[in-house]
């Protein structure tokens, strides 16, 4: 079982649309989360941290809740522009320097 | 702002070769990840270090080994080549001291091996 779990993608929604990721993580000692955004062949870029009394970002809104070790991800008003991967990612809390990564979720926001 | 600079970008070897990677971290970065992203697969973390030391190891293959220099520049030193070591290589680099902080990746080498 992969240590973070994601939302089975692609995501396929109109422009305007709001749309919803979610994941879970397994090791309870994880104490960083973020998301990251990946274009196709390209790096990984960071999209956002995400805390704990949740935070926002422009369209973007990350949640964290902890005792269920659930993290999301909330995108208004798609932009054609947000068509991508994203990746939810979550340290590896007992070493604390690296990075797991979820399998990622493909968005397509269609016109 | 200057970014991670891995090279060579592009990499095409044969089975059984040796390929060396390289990757130059953020100025004052001391942290250095490597991961390996297959063909539509997430990044796997490969290993890590912390001021030169190795800090923590994922799924490297044995083939694998890699350091960090006192200049913080980090190699990734691949042999005995397998067709299934083509991949997109990242290297990422976090900020002095800061446990569980974002990591920032640069462009990648794709490693092609026929």
């Known amino acids: 079982r992969k240590e973070v779990e994601q939302d089975p993608g692609p995501f396929n929604v109109p422009e305007g649309a709001t749309v919803a990721f979610n994941c879970t993580y397994s090791n309870s000692a994880s104490q960083s989360f973020f998301w990251y955004r990946q274009d196709c062949r390209k790096e990984p870029k960071l999209l956002m941290s995400v805390y704990s009394s949740g935070n926002e970002d422009g369209r973007f809104t990350a949640q964290l809740n902890r005792a269920s070790q659930y993290i999301s991800l909330l995108i208004r008003d798609s932009k054609l522009s947000d068509s991508a991967t994203y990746l939810c990612v979550v340290n590896r809390g007992d070493s604390g320097y690296a990075l797991n990564f979820g399998k990622g979720t493909s968005l397509l926001v269609t016109p | 702002a200057a970014g991670v600079i891995q090279s060579p970008r592009h990499l095409i070897k044969e089975k059984r070769e040796t390929a060396t990677l390289k990757c130059y971290p953020i100025p004052r970065h001391d942290t250095v990840y490597w991961y390996q992203q297959g063909p539509g697969q997430d990044p796997q973390f490969l290993i890590s270090f912390y001021e030169k030391m190795q800090s923590d190891k994922g799924s490297i293959p044995d083939r694998f080994s890699a350091q960090q220099f006192s200049d913080y520049h980090s190699e990734l030193n691949m042999s005995s080549l397998e067709l299934g070591d083509s991949a997109l290589y990242f290297c990422?680099?976090?900020?002095?001291?800061?446990?569980?902080?974002?990591?920032?990746f640069g462009q990648g080498t794709r490693l092609t091996v026929v």
């Open positions: 990422a680099s976090s900020p002095v001291g800061q446990m569980n902080t974002e990591a920032f």
